[in-house]
C-alpha cells in the first residue's frame, strides 16, 4: 500500500459525552465490529466513580486502565480507525480538550433521556471553536426518552449545531421498533443484537410503498412517513463539505448497549468522516501527505511503577512516517532524540513498532524531556498550534512541608505540570507558588504523587481566585495605564509557566472593574493569546 493510501485510510476520532451517556459501551461495541475485541465487557470504563476522591488506589487503578485505554485502534472496511479515549469525569477535563487537538473529528454521545448536558455542552463549544467535524448519536433508545424533533431542536440551541438527521427512530422506550436509515435508505428492525441478526436490514427507498405497513405496523407507517416528511422540510440534506468545515452535524440514533444503530453510525463513519487533516504551525500549515515526518506531544502519562519514573508521551503524527530508531528534532530543545520502542496501538494492547503514519498515535518513552505541546520533526523548526491552557477552577496555594526535600518537590511540581495535571502561577510580588486545577480531585492526585514519585511532601492554602486571565502585555510596556494596573493589583499578578503574565481575578466583578478603568488592557480567558 502507498504512502498515500495509508494516510487515506486513517480515521482519528474522540468520543465525546457526558459521563453516563454510553461513550464506553458504543467505544466497547465499535471494537467489536472491528473485531479488535472478542465480547462485550473487555473495555474498562475509566471512569472515576463517585465517592473515589479520598481513595487513592482508585485514582490508581483508574490511571491505569486509561494507560490502556488511552488509545483504541481497530481496522475496518480497510480503515485504519484510531478512537482515542477522553475522559469523562469533569475534573478531568482539561485533559479531554487537550486530546481533542489531536482529533481529526468527534462523536457526540447524547442520551436520549437526558439530552444535552453540561460536559457535552463545554466539550462541543472546543470542538466548535476548532471546527471539528462532529457526528451525533442519540444513544438508549431502548428507553423511554424524549422526543426525537425535541432532542434535535435542543442539540442545536444549546450546543450551537446545524443538524441533519441521517437516521431516525420509529417508537422509543417500550415502542421501538428500529430506525429509518435515512443515509442507506433501509430500515433496521430492532432486535437486541443486530450485529448477529443483520437480515433486520430491509432495503426501502421509497417510504410511501404500502408495504411498510407489513413491516412496522399501520401507526408507525403513518407516524414514520409524517416524521419523515417533517426532516425532509425542515433539515438540510447532508453535504459533506459543509460537514467537514463543522457547518453541518449528521444525527444518528441507537441504543449502544444493544448494538442497535452502532453498524450504520460506523458504515456512514468511515465514508465521510475525514482522514488525517492539515495542522497549522506557527510557521505554516502541515499537510499530512508531507513526507517528512513532524508530531506533537498532546498528552503525558506517568508510569505507574515508582521506581522507574519514565512516562509515556503521546504523540500525534500530522505528516509522514515515524520510524523507531531514527533521529527527530526536538524543536523546544533543538536537540535530536531517537526513540528505539515506540509504541503503537491496537485495541487495548500496545506493542514496538517500526512506523507509523501520519494520523496514527505513537507512545514514546520519555525521562523529563517532553511536555505537552512539543513538536518533533525531521529537522524543520515548527510550533503546532492549538493547545491552550483554559482558567482553572480552583486555586491553592502550594507549600512545602518538608524543609529537607525542597529540590524534590520543585522537581514533581516541574513534571506534573509538564504532565498537564494542573497549572503552576508563580506570583509576582512574592514568588509564591499556587497550583490551579479544574477539579478539586487534583489536589489530592497532586499531593499523592508527589509523596509517593517524588519523596516530597505538601500543603495547600486556599486562595480564593475565581479565574486566571491572561494578559497580553502592551508593545510599551512602560505604558501609565497598565502600569497603574500593575500596581493596583499587584498581589493578584503572577507569571504562569511558560513565563507570560496572567492576572488572577478574585471576581467577576474585579475584572469587570478592570476592563472599565483600564480599558486598554486586553485580558483573555485562554493562554493562547
Ligand atoms: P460513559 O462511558 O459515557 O460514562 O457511559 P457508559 O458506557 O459506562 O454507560 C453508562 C450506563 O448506561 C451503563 O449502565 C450502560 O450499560 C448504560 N447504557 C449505555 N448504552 C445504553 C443503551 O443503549 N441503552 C440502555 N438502556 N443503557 C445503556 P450502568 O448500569 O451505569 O453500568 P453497567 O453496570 O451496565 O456497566
Redesign the pocket.
Known sequence: MSFLEEIQKRRTFGII????????????KLLLFGGAIQEAGAVK?N?IKKGATSDFMEIERQRGISVATSVLAFNYKDNKINILDTP?HKDFAEDTFRTLTAVDSVIV?I?VAKGVEEQTEKLVEVCRMRNIPMIVFI?????EGRDAFDLLDEVEQKLGLKVTPLSFPIGMGYDFKGIYNIWEKNIQLFSDDSRKDIDNTIAFDDISNPELETIIGEESATTLRDNLELVYEVYPEFDQEAYLEGQLQPVFF?????N?GVRELLDCFVQIAPSPRAKASEERLVSPSETTFSGFVFKIHANMDPNHRNRLAFVKIVSGTFERNKPYLHVRHNKKLKFSSPNAFFAEKKEVVDISYAGDIVGLYDTGNFKIGDTLTEGEVLHFKGIPSFSPEHFRYINNADPLKSKQLEKGIDQLMDEGVAQLFTLDYNGRKVIGTVGALQYEVIQYRLEHEYGAKCSYETFPIYKACWVEEPENSKDAEFQDFLRVKQKYMARDKQGQLVFLADSAFSIEMVKQKYPSVKLHFTSEL
Open positions: 459525552s457526558h459521563p453516563d451517556a454510553g461513550k464506553t459501551t458504543l467505544t466497547e470504563s471512569k469523562g454521545v442520551d444513544n438508549k433508545l431502548d428507553r441507537g441504543s449502544a448497549l444493544n442497535f
